[in-house]
């Protein structure tokens, strides 16, 4: 029996997409295994900055050493980006671009000459596009010496994948990826390029895999997307037609346990998404079903920056958005954002207005990443016009990650001595052997419980203490 390995770089989508190839992969008869004694590796790459770009190469470049027999298979974000750059490196055996994403696991089969095609189809219930390059569908022996297979385009007419069923198995919380692309244009982003336009997993699609998922056992499924605020725009005869729909039928006509929502833009949390967080998350809610959790990506407080960026948004329209989803659930509300540092031409005035605009606020947690100028974007000139310092981006992330430390710990102690709801994680040894087990409460904070506990389990915490890195940890009461 042939193996695989897969190597998730990236977001939340990127990761739905990896876990459904590994899922048909698995369902064609490949067994999952370590990369060293893997007959084929799939890199499933991003490539939002600089550095998730030469992450990759150097995963491939090691791989490679490890196991030089494995046939390595590049997709994702950066090889749908630069596909030439990535098919010469040593040991690739071929570069499919999230234009033909769904077909990955076909390509995998070929390069490692199990011909199950026509049954992976079945499997998926995916038909096989005749616009598929037909050296894909080939066995890697076929192509010259290193040269790898390339397939990629600007259609994106196989770029969604989903699984054959969603089930919780490696990963407890698995991502329903029910959103792909995105229709805007922020100077500093690649992904209309590298994912496309905006484009919708029809509702009964959607809602077939949630009671999949149900059926299996599944207790938590996070709803996750690229621009996932927008899903249902570009299905204009789909019963459901909105988000905030599908998710209220989620609730309503099935049995989850519990659903997540993934990052939504700010102007995205429209009046009907926060309805459903005050009836089924909110205080009086009585049930727990939507997490009290929200993921507004910010990247600056400061308006002249948001301006040049190219956001849809301004700081007020954003305090707006969080002082609503506050009213509508409460204080145990936990709010992440994304914030960039060093955006072209952003002068120490315009940061500090992003300093003072997150101190403004109640997060929960911040992503903090420096702006890294991508090929082919507005921001790639911006930089080139006007740079920020590298000594400056590093004082500043310095200083913003001081702040969300800050803004973590002081959330998380609030939370002190009350009760939540969570759910059990796959536990490291190291927890493990002290009788602990990981979970995550349903608004999104880790806790160690006082228990050995299997994974996959709904119980309710009560949070006991604080350590020095902030994390909880907490007793089972039910």
């Excluded at 077939?208 to 056992?217: K, L, M, N, T």
């Excluded at 087990?437 to 604080?466: C, K, M, Y």
């Amino acid at each position: 029996m042939s193996g695989f390995y897969i190597e998730h770089f990236g977001c939340r989508a990127a990761r739905a997409d990896g876990e459904a190839i590994g899922a048909r992969l698995a369902a064609a008869g490949l067994s999952e295994r370590q990369p060293c004694e893997a007959d084929v590796l799939v890199v499933n790459t991003c490539s939002v900055t600089a550095e998730a770009d030469r992450q990759a190469r150097a995963f491939i470049r090691r791989a490679h050493r490890q196991n030089p027999a494995a046939r390595i298979l590049v997709t994702g974000c950066y090889a749908q980006r630069a596909p030439d750059e990535l098919s010469v490196i040593p040991g690739v055996s071929a570069v499919a671009g999230n234009s033909h994403k769904a077909l990955v696991p076909q390509i995998a089969l070929s390069l490692v000459g199990v011909s199950l095609a026509r049954e992976l189809v079945q499997i998926a219930a995916m038909p096989v596009s005749p616009a598929m390059p037909q050296e894909t569908t080939a066995p890697r022996q076929a192509a010259p010496p290193q040269v790898a297979l390339v397939a990629v385009d600007d259609l994106f007419a196989h770029s969604f994948i989903e699984e054959p069923r969603l089930t919780p198995g490696a990963r407890t919380r698995p991502n329903l990826k029910i959103q792909e692309g995105c229709g805007n244009r922020c100077t500093f982003c690649v992904i209309p390029t590298t994912r496309g336009p905006s484009r919708s997993l029809p509702g009964a699609a959607v809602v077939r895999q949630v009671e999949g998922f149900i059926a299996s056992g599944g207790n938590e499924l996070v709803l996750s997307g690229i621009n996932l605020g927008r899903w249902g725009r570009d299905l204009p005869g789909d019963r459901f037609g909105t988000l905030a729909a599908l998710v209220r039928h989620m609730l309503e006509r099935t049995r989850l346990p519990r659903l997540r929502l993934s990052s939504i833009e700010p102007m995205d949390w429209d009046t009907d998404v926060i309805a459903l967080l005050e009836e089924f998350a909110g205080p009086h809610s009585g049930t727990g079903r939507l997490a009290r959790h929200a993921h507004l990506p910010l990247q600056s407080g400061s308006d002249a920056v948001l301006r040049r960026m190219h956001r849809r948004y301004r700081p007020w329209h954003y305090v707006e958005k969080v002082q609503a989803l506050l009213r509508a659930t409460g204080s145990g509300l936990t709010i992440g954002a994304d914030v960039m540092v060093g955006f072209p031409g952003e002068t120490d005035a315009e940061f500090e207005e992003t300093v003072a605009f997150i101190r403004s606020l109640p997060f929960g947690y911040l992503h903090l990443f420096p702006f890294s100028a991508r090929p082919g974007t507005r921001g790639w000139h911006l930089h080139a016009e006007s740079p920020v310092p590298a000594s400056a981006v590093h004082e500043r992330m310095t200083a913003l990650r001081s702040l969300a430390a800050e803004k973590t710990r002081a959330h998380r102690t609030s939370f002190l001595s009350r009760d939540l709801d969570a759910i059990t994680l796959h536990t490291p040894a190291e927890v493990a052997s002290r009788n602990r087990t990981s979970a995550l409460s349903e608004n999104f904070l880790p806790i160690e419980v006082d228990a050995s506990l299997p994974a996959n389990q709904l119980l309710r915490v009560h949070v006991t203490g604080l350590d020095a890195d902030s994390g909880l940890s907490g007793r089972k009461i039910a």
